[in-house]
């Protein structure tokens, strides 16, 4: 019972963790509502494209953050083995901040992608394989340019190494499947933009008609 409670504990904080937007927070300072601007999300990359790099990586910065530390909390309340599952804790803080952020409570379930936080999550838990992913992350995009790549070769990559490396352990495996396929239903418009060839590249910004509108 103590468990199950530690786990409703951990589930609840990381998730009201990543319902902290950074990336509303930081666009409100700047005049901007950034869910009406560009792609009208609230992740880094938006902040990047609509407000500059500075604030795009503020964004980044404050979203990694907050999952950290949702998988910290988690660690701290479920330490070592819980029902049978080493590092239990760490997952759940890390996934409900996720979600969180995707889907924040605080903000009518309009949220981010979850790159950000899935990047935190994945080194928390495996600092190794987080390091080797996000490496993929920032090679596909200095490659290709795009960030929405970047981020799904990001955590495929992530998934197939800790599948790979941890064989019989269908927890693990079905935590990073999550986290892959949250990464990817989150960016079904960029897939189909990808398909098209009609995708943003980094460094090109929302258009000075849209960022007035959402000033005015």
Known sequence: MQQILLS?????????????????????????????????????????????????????????????????????????TTFGIAGFGTMLGGMFAILGHNWPVFFGFKGGKGVACSAAV????????????????????AISRYISLGSMVMMGTYMVLMI???PGEWFVAGFCVALFVLVVVRHRPNIQRLLNGTENKIGKKASADAQGQTRA
């Open 164 to 166: 790979v490396t941890h």
């Open 122 to 141: 994945i080194f928390f838990v495996n600092p190794l394989w987080g390091i080797v992913a996000i490496a993929s992350f920032i090679v596909v995009i």
């Open 8 to 80: 409703i504990a951990v589930a609840v904080a990381g998730y009201l963790l990543g319902c902290i937007s950074t990336g509303i927070l930081v666009s409100r300072r700047a005049g901007v509502n950034i869910r009406e601007v560009g792609s009208h999300n609230t992740g880094a990359s938006n902040v990047l494209r609509v407000l500059g790099l500075r604030l795009g990586l503020i964004t980044f910065l404050g979203d990694f953050i907050k999952a950290t530390l949702a998988c910290w909390l988690g660690s701290l309340l479920l330490p070592g």
